[in-house]
């Protein structure tokens, strides 16, 4: 059995269970198509149920994706407010329209502040 060298932090995003025999850890870019048609993401949650933990992490290729980092600021800020994975899927099925009006309208559709959001700009940037 693999340990992860990063563990799990509370600043990863998981799905499934804690306890759950396998923990898949994905790294990925939001601005990436090709992510978006490998990452069924769903699919595999259910069919794994009980036996899979699913692990999120960024993994920014700004310089080939100019989004990526704003795009991921997003989703960040909507799961500063519980809201990250409703915020990741938008943001996936909209890639090709990634913007900060696409942003704010994401985060009114998802009961967030658009205000918020522009405020808090920069305060989830990556490092």
Same mark, same amino acid.
């Given at each position: 059995?693999?340990?992860?060298?990063?563990?799990?932090?509370?600043?990863?995003?998981?799905? *499934?269970? @804690? #306890?759950?025999?396998?923990?898949?850890?994905?790294?990925?870019?939001?601005?990436?198509?090709?992510?978006?048609?490998? /990452?069924?993401?769903?699919?595999?949650?259910?069919?794994? =149920?009980?036996?899979?933990?699913?692990?999120?992490?960024?993994?920014?290729?700004?310089?080939?994706?100019?989004? !990526?980092? %704003?795009?991921?600021? =997003? !989703?960040?800020?909507?799961?500063?407010? *519980?809201?990250?994975?409703?915020?990741? #899927?938008?943001?996936?099925?909209?890639?090709?329209?990634? %913007?900060?009006?696409?942003?704010? *309208?994401?985060?009114?559709?998802? /009961?967030? %502040?658009?205000?918020?959001?522009?405020? @808090? @700009? =920069?305060?989830?940037?990556? /490092?």
């Amino acid at each position: 059995m693999t340990t992860l060298r990063t563990p799990v932090t509370l600043e990863d995003h998981v799905q *499934g269970p @804690e #306890d759950a025999q396998v923990t898949l850890l994905e790294y990925e870019t939001t601005n990436a198509p090709l992510w978006a048609r490998l /990452s069924p993401r769903q699919t595999r949650l259910k069919h794994f =149920g009980k036996w899979l933990r699913f692990l999120f992490r960024n993994f920014l290729l700004s310089e080939m994706h100019p989004h !990526a980092e %704003s795009a991921a600021e =997003g !989703a960040e800020f909507a799961g500063a407010q *519980g809201k990250y994975w409703e915020m990741h #899927d938008l943001l996936f099925e909209n890639q090709e329209r990634l %913007s900060e009006p696409l942003y704010s *309208g994401l985060a009114e559709e998802l /009961s967030l %502040s658009p205000a918020a959001l522009r405020l @808090e @700009e =920069g305060k989830y940037k990556h /490092s």
